[in-house]
């Protein structure tokens, strides 16, 4: 089992720069990949960014050169960076976690970032 925390949320002014941490506990070693997701109001959630366990990451297009994920093995934590945010970027994000061999996913509760215009 895994369990993952979000952290770092919070209202922040468009332009303005938040950091997200994802802390993961448990069985993080089977964790082929971790990512965020995020889930704007009347929305599907939709994927912002992932990274595997070997380093490759993706993003969408519409979070390319604002926001960067990454990782610190040493404190299972995830991070995502997120700069020049736009008022669209406003929605609750969850941090997710794969093991894909069989597929499984787990998810974090949500943490919501609320950019005013």
């Known amino acids: 089992q895994v369990r993952l925390v979000e952290s770092g949320g919070g209202l922040v002014q468009a332009g303005g720069s938040l950091r997200l941490s994802c802390a993961a506990s448990?069985?993080?070693?089977?964790?082929?990949?971790m990512g965020w997701y995020r889930q704007a109001p009347g929305k599907q959630r939709e994927l912002v960014a992932a990274?595997?366990?070997?380093?490759?990451?993706n993003s969408a297009d519409s979070v390319k050169g604002r926001f960067t994920i990454s990782r610190d093995n040493v404190k299972n934590t995830v991070y995502l960076q997120m700069n020049s945010l736009k008022s669209e970027d406003t929605a609750v994000y969850y941090c997710?976690?794969?093991?894909?061999?069989?597929?499984?996913?787990?998810w974090g509760k949500g943490t919501l970032v609320t950019v005013s215009s």
């Open positions: 448990g069985s993080i070693s089977r964790l082929n990949s």
């Open positions: 997710n976690g794969e093991e894909w061999g069989p597929y499984r996913e787990y």
């Open positions: 990274i595997t366990s070997g380093g490759s990451t």
